[in-house]
């Protein structure tokens, strides 16, 4: 079974300043590992994957993530935050059979603010 | 190309209704997943329909049932309605013919309110 946990249901960051948010998984088997943005009101849009290629993903809009076997971590991160940058965000986490139709499991989610 | 539709967007019903949502999955995806998004909450997994049959179904009750139909689109069911049914409900749609790195694209969703 896998699961993933959010830390911090709400984060609020300056125009500019570093974006950080925390994800954390657990898996029996090596995981494939998403970020999605959810902006008010509309669906789930991808923001980036891993799929256990380079540790280092890079999305759109800027932002990346980094899997960290060692510390279980999967932590989405932008270095200067935008206007159009607040929404919500979830992590979900995946394993893989090799059909790669296995369900999404996903965090709680974390409300980004930018604060102008 | 097309991406994820859903219909309808906002949909309002009373208690003990029925209600079906439909979803038009992307061009050359052959698997849609359903999901249910209470307020508040991230999306928790019903079931997934792969080449029209059930693949894998998650903790929700049989009045949950869904439909694919030959051009891969689908419908989700709900029987019976009840208040905490209210919620976004989300489809996705993916390409799962053994390809490890397939990725679930999401439509819009459709706001089901139940009074």
């Known amino acids: 079974a896998q699961s993933v946990t959010q830390l911090g249901s709400h984060v609020s960051v300056s125009e500019g300043a570093l974006v950080l948010l925390r994800c954390n998984y657990s898996?029996?088997?090596?995981?494939?590992l998403f970020w999605y943005v959810q902006y008010p009101n509309q669906g789930l849009q991808l923001l980036l994957k891993?799929?256990?290629?380079?540790?280092l993903v890079k999305g759109i809009n800027g932002f990346e993530a980094e899997f960290k076997k060692s510390e279980t971590s999967f932590h989405l991160t932008k270095p200067s935050a935008h206007m159009s940058d607040a929404a919500e965000y979830f992590c979900a986490v995946r394993g893989h059979n090799g059909f790669g139709n296995e369900k999404l499991t996903f965090g709680t989610g974390t409300r980004l603010t930018i604060i102008p | 190309e097309t991406g994820v539709t859903q219909s309808p967007t906002h949909l309002i019903k009373t208690r003990g209704q029925q209600v079906t949502l439909r979803c038009s999955s992307q061009s050359g995806h052959n698997t849609v997943s359903w999901y249910q998004q209470a307020l508040g909450q991230g999306p928790q997994f019903i079931f997934q329909?792969?080449?029209?049959?059930?693949?894998g179904r998650g903790n929700f009750p049989p009045r949950f049932s869904g439909l694919q139909f030959p051009n891969y689109s689908s419908e989700l069911n709900v029987n019976a309605l009840e208040l905490d049914d209210s919620a976004l409900y989300l489809c996705?749609?993916?390409?799962?013919?053994?390809?490890?790195?397939?990725?679930?694209?999401f439509g819009p969703g459709t706001r089901l309110t139940v009074l």
């Open positions: 898996s029996s088997v090596p995981p494939y």
């Open positions: 329909y792969y080449r029209e049959e059930e693949n």
């Open positions: 996705a749609s993916s390409s799962g013919d053994k390809i490890p790195q397939n990725t679930q694209y």
């Open positions: 891993y799929t256990s290629a380079a540790t």
